[in-house]
């Protein structure tokens, strides 16, 4: 879909960012009925999937989705972001790790609540976000990539330091402790690292985050986004602010993969410098590649795909070779990702046969 | 419209088809444990990295050690079985194999080398119903706050090896002290200890300081040390940070006037070969040495060679091997592979091993046993250990971790 300037609605005050969140009119892609619809599909989604853990019985394989489904947030955070600005990240680690550290410090040195401690995570790395946004979101392109790596490898080593090895373990990591009568979800820490246990609590997140980003990506601040993705001086020169929306977008951004960094350090019960460094960037940033940005559900459909293979590759001691091979294959020959293949094949598909019934008559 | 359901629909089709819808296996609840049943260990191993190396020895030593029990009929009639399941050495990726080889009825789990990939692990071993033997890493958080009801160590933890150092001081020749040390937590600490004990001893520091991880140029802090008058160094540097300070240490000739060279954990047998004769006459800590001289040892010594071509077992090998005798006799004692049963046998545990005596400490799990310093020397056309001291556990960390909540 290629979104000009020309489409987005004159009248949108260009630095008020309520308007901008507003529905917009009727055609132009959030209508009532189009809302109703998608908030309903959200429901089956939501319901049908909370009976995952009936279907798949395998511990093992719940372990695995259920990871795929946190490495997916922290995907989508990043795939909302390419999508919708065309900024690629590969610090949102920053957000991720700061977060899985923040419940990890909230909650085992400070003695909070774990629902205290999600919030405070969630929160903390939102605010990271907007101001490391501040910066950076100033800078597109191969310098907005750098920076962003740069930042999320300035917070790794910053937690690894001797100075902070009480609060943080350094390279020993920390481990998640909360108290016996706490509980998140209902869900005691006895019974988190149970995936069927937590996959409630994964999934429903997952399913909030994907109403939350379509109905934003729908709205009228969606298209200026677009419209700022596809050219930003004709956008500046039409009226529109382009810094704060981009800043509101890497900040919604950094608020989701803050919360896949929390509930992976509530699963997981440890968070390492890992969480922060490089390989953990790389993973996020591949697994969105390979699902694929243009749709909403594409990173999520990469995180499941790249969780799943890691597990069945890695005994062969190759497993950055083939994370390479799939790099190059889903950008080479899946141009979309692999939803971005399965839909236009189905398009395809679609064509071909109502050619033939076009040509049957 | 159908766009979207067909975009919608994907996750769940590949939740679905990915992870093998439905299938049927035991949940973790734990195997038997009856006649028969094998006892299945899984190796977790790192694939790449510098500490490859270690999975690797570790994993030989396991399966040497179950090939030598399946030899003699199984451990009390169980015969064992090794899966070895690598990883790229991230604790995510560890614990997902883990879960993995639980869920193929392994219960117990070993070859995890680094302290991210241990703390962990520990920390979802309920869960999984399993139980790990840590063979390697020494991190004291380990048996301290990052412990686990499930988690055992079987190698001497850092301040154990500390203390070994810091008693052995009164039979280095050196007076007037140096201390080069790493600027990290075991760094400080060991130098804090070496300080008091040097004190105690009624030696002198005359000069402590402290270089980054990573240090590759260390012209000016040997420039310090020839300076400060010392006659003695102790210096923790590991790794590649340890091989630079020796290399540099004798292009600066720093060693020949010195009486004492001490390391923590800075000189080991896989180093012996790159930093040749220079290290002659070097102390360091040692967890474990070939020639210590019991029955158990001898006899392993002994296979261990015959079956690796002539090469002995070095402490990396030893400790694996100890971890599989500590399995080993805990099934026996519980007559069982049921792992609730062996966690009892372990929690009170006490046998007779390839390092002597030695026994599970209940309040931490942590091994007792003795810790060494030991001194290089020829050994003949290559370098090995002199054991200098025998420090016993009972010296070296006589307490459970108090930060330890079982």
């Not at chain 1, 511990?59 to 390419?82: E, H, K, Y």
């Not at chain 1, 191969?142 to 790596?149: E, P, Q, Y």
Request: proline share 4%; with cysteine; net charge neutral.
């Amino acid at each position: 879909m290629s979104t000009t300037a020309e489409q987005v609605p004159s009248e949108v005050p260009a630095t008020d960012p309520a308007a901008l969140l507003a529905p917009a009119p009727v055609g132009s892609g959030l209508d009532r009925r189009t809302v109703l619809r998608g908030l309903g599909l959200a429901v089956v989604v939501l319901v049908v999937g909370l009976f995952v853990p009936d279907v798949i019985s395998d511990p093992t394989n719940m372990g695995i989705a259920t990871d795929g489904v946190v490495l997916g947030i922290l995907a989508l955070s990043i795939g909302f972001l390419a999508h919708r600005s065309g900024l690629i990240s590969l610090g949102h680690t920053a957000f991720y790790g700061a977060s899985a550290y923040g419940l990890a410090i909230a909650t085992t040195s400070w003695d909070w609540s774990p629902m205290q401690a999600i919030v405070f995570a969630v929160l903390g790395g939102t605010v990271l976000g907007l101001v490391i946004g501040a910066f950076v979101v100033r800078t597109p392109g191969v310098s907005f990539l750098v920076l962003t790596l740069a930042i999320g490898q300035a917070l790794h080593q910053l937690v690894v330091q001797d100075s902070v090895r009480e609060t943080t373990g350094a390279y020993d990591g920390l481990a998640v402790t909360w108290g016996a009568d706490d509980k998140v979800a209902g869900i005691a820490q006895a019974d988190i690292g149970n995936a069927a246990t937590f996959w409630p609590l994964a999934w429903v997140s997952l399913v909030v985050v994907l109403v939350v980003l379509w109905l934003v990506g729908r709205s009228r601040f969606g298209r200026v986004l677009e419209a700022i993705r596809e050219n930003e001086e004709r956008a500046r020169f039409s009226g529109f602010n382009t810094y704060v929306p981009r800043l509101i977008a890497f900040t919604l951004s950094s608020a989701i993969a803050s919360l896949a960094g929390a509930l992976f350090a509530l699963k997981a019960s440890f968070v390492s410098p890992d969480t922060l460094s490089f390989v953990t960037a790389g993973d996020s940033l591949i697994a969105a590649i390979v699902g694929g940005f243009a749709t909403l559900v594409g990173p999520l459909v990469g995180g499941v795909v790249y969780i799943y293979a890691q597990s069945e590759l890695s005994d062969s001691g190759n497993l950055q070779l083939f994370t390479g091979i799939a790099l190059v294959v889903a950008v080479v020959f899946l141009r979309g990702g692999i939803v971005g293949a399965v839909t236009d094949g189905g398009r395809k598909l679609r064509t071909i046969v109502q050619t033939r019934k076009g040509a049957g008559r | 419209m159908h766009k979207k359901l067909l975009a919608a629909a994907v996750p769940l089709m590949a939740v679905g088809a990915m992870t093998g819808c439905g299938s049927s296996s035991d949940s973790g609840s734990g195997g038997s444990g009856g006649d028969g049943a094998p006892l299945k260990i899984a190796l977790i191993p790192p694939s790449g990295g510098p500490l490859a190396v270690f999975g690797k020895d570790s994993t030989t030593a396991w399966q040497f050690a179950a090939d030598e029990a399946n030899a003699n009929g199984g451990v009390d009639g169980h015969k064992v079985e090794i899966v070895t399941s690598q990883t790229d050495g991230t604790p995510a990726a560890t614990v997902r194999a883990a879960r993995k080889a639980t869920q193929g009825g392994a219960r117990f789990i070993s070859g995890v080398i680094t302290s991210p990939e241990n703390g962990a692990l520990q920390q979802q071993l309920p869960s999984m119903n399993a139980i790990s033997f840590n063979t390697f890493g020494k991190d004291d958080a380990l048996t301290g706050k990052q412990c686990s009801a499930n988690a055992y160590r079987t190698v001497q933890n850092t301040a154990m090896d500390v203390d070994a150092v810091a008693k052995s001081l009164e039979k280095l020749p050196a007076t007037k002290w140096a201390i080069q040390a790493v600027d990290y937590a075991t760094g400080r600490t060991a130098a804090k200890i070496f300080t008091a004990a040097a004190k105690q001893a009624g030696k002198q520091v005359v000069l402590t300081q402290y270089a980054p991880l990573n240090t590759t140029e260390f012209g000016s802090y040997i420039t310090k040390i020839k300076n400060s008058g010392a006659d003695g160094v102790f210096a923790i540097e590991f790794g590649a940070d340890g091989v630079a300070f020796v290399n540099q240490g004798a292009q600066f000739k720093l060693f020949q006037g010195l009486k004492s060279v001490l390391g923590f954990n800075m000189v080991s047998e896989p180093l012996f070969d790159a930093l040749g004769d220079k290290i002659e006459g070097f102390y360091n800590n040692i967890g474990y040495v070939h020639q210590l001289d019991n029955a158990k040892n001898r006899a392993f010594v002994a296979a261990w060679k015959a079956k690796n071509g002539g090469k002995d077992p070095y402490y990396v090998q030893a400790d694996a091997y100890l971890g599989a005798q500590t399995l080993f006799e805990a099934v026996k004692k519980a007559k069982s592979v049921d792992p609730a049963k062996v966690k009892t046998a372990l929690d009170s545990l006490s046998f007779d091993s390839i390092v002597g005596q030695v026994s599970i400490r209940p309040g931490d799990h942590q091994i007792l046993r003795d810790s060494y310093l030991g001194q290089v020397e020829k050994q003949g056309s290559g370098l090995g250990w002199k054991v200098i001291n025998t420090v016993p556990a009972s010296e070296t960390q006589p307490q459970a971790d108090p930060s330890c909540k079982l």
